[in-house]
């Protein structure tokens, strides 16, 4: 797993949102984009960053920011997910994997002594002209928005 670092251009990704509508790239050129990147819908763990950062995405907007969350769940997942937690922003149902493997966030984890191949939670901020200009690969759920625009 070769993860992207900070001065990479980013990878112009494609992909089906919760809404089934197709989200890339240049979508947001000219803006600041957080990309991330989470392990599974409604867990735990992703329902408190995504709410976190839903909490305070009036913020990111007012910052030229939009925000976008990645994982290997399907549409419906992802749509349910984003309408029960009053989601504002896009939840791409990457389930090819080619959205994260692009950002090479994809590989062996360990979760209670077993080892299997998953999505490692990060999150890329990504500047105007594409060129990626944080990586946060040790993601606070509970403060991720502090994290990112500290």
Sequence with gaps: ???????????????????????????????????????????????????????NYQTFLAQNYEVVGVSADSVKRQA???NKQELPFSLLADEDKKVIEAFGVWGPKKFMGKEYDGIHRTTFVIDENGVIIEVIAKVKTKEHTSQILK
């Design 1 to 55: 797993m070769e993860m992207l670092k900070v001065g990479d251009k980013a990878p112009n990704f494609e992909a089906i949102d919760q809404n089934e509508k197709t989200v890339k790239l240049s979508d947001f050129a000219g803006k600041k984009l957080v990309v991330f990147f989470y392990p599974k819908a409604s867990t735990p763990g992703c329902t408190v960053e995504a709410c976190n950062l839903r909490d």
């Design 80 to 82: 349910n997910f984003a």
